[in-house]
């Protein structure tokens, strides 16, 4: 993650793994903290786990890559990151996306043939990459996309 991840799409989420025993890590080519947008304003600083450098997809079960506008814009030019996205389809791992993380999937080159949702004004985006439905939450296989939290 970059600054500016919607900070309810990584809370919420997060805190449900936690409860089922899972063990959360944040991943970011930012050091130390990385700052959450909170709908309209900036929310708060999350400490970052694991520098994406130095992130393996070998090492994790799934992926969830929360939304947010500024967070997936940027991280969607980031080679690194695309090639982390990538790992876990090549893996066959599960993937979770809200919002505008599917972007990071087009850019991933995992979108076409997917039934996917996301932010209404990606919906082009993803019908150009060949997958779009437009629901609240969709499951395809190993990943789970959803409209907003």
Same mark, same amino acid.
């Given at each position: 993650?970059?600054?500016?991840?919607?900070?309810?799409?990584?809370?919420?989420?997060?805190?449900?793994?936690?409860?089922?025993?899972?063990?959360?890590?944040?991943?970011?080519?930012?050091?130390?903290?990385?700052? /959450?947008?909170?709908?309209?304003?900036?929310?708060?600083?999350?400490?970052?786990?694991?520098?994406?450098?130095?992130?393996?997809?070998?090492? *994790?079960?799934?992926?969830?890559?929360? =939304? =947010?506008?500024?967070?997936?814009?940027?991280?969607?030019?980031?080679?690194? /990151?695309?090639? *982390?996205?990538?790992?876990? *389809?090549?893996?066959?791992?599960?993937?979770?996306?809200?919002?505008?993380g599917p972007w990071t999937i087009?850019?991933?080159?995992? /979108?076409? =043939?997917?039934?996917?949702?996301?932010?209404?004004?990606?919906?082009?985006?993803?019908?150009?990459?060949?997958?779009?439905?437009?629901?609240?939450?969709?499951?395809? =296989?190993?990943?789970v996309t959803s409209r907003e939290?």
């Amino acid at each position: 993650m970059i600054e500016g991840f919607e900070q309810v799409e990584l809370e919420q989420p997060r805190r449900a793994l936690d409860a089922a025993g899972a063990d959360t890590n944040i991943v970011s080519p930012i050091e130390k903290k990385v700052r /959450a947008w909170d709908l309209t304003d900036w929310g708060d600083k999350f400490t970052v786990d694991v520098r994406l450098e130095e992130a393996r997809a070998d090492d *994790f079960d799934a992926l969830l890559l929360p =939304g =947010g506008v500024i967070n997936l814009d940027l991280l969607r030019m980031l080679t690194p /990151a695309v090639a *982390f996205v990538r790992a876990f *389809f090549e893996a066959g791992k599960p993937v979770a996306a809200i919002c505008h993380g599917p972007w990071t999937i087009v850019q991933a080159g995992h /979108a076409r =043939g997917r039934q996917m949702t996301s932010w209404p004004s990606l919906r082009t985006d993803l019908r150009n990459a060949g997958a779009v439905v437009d629901e609240e939450a969709v499951v395809d =296989g190993n990943l789970v996309t959803s409209r907003e939290p």
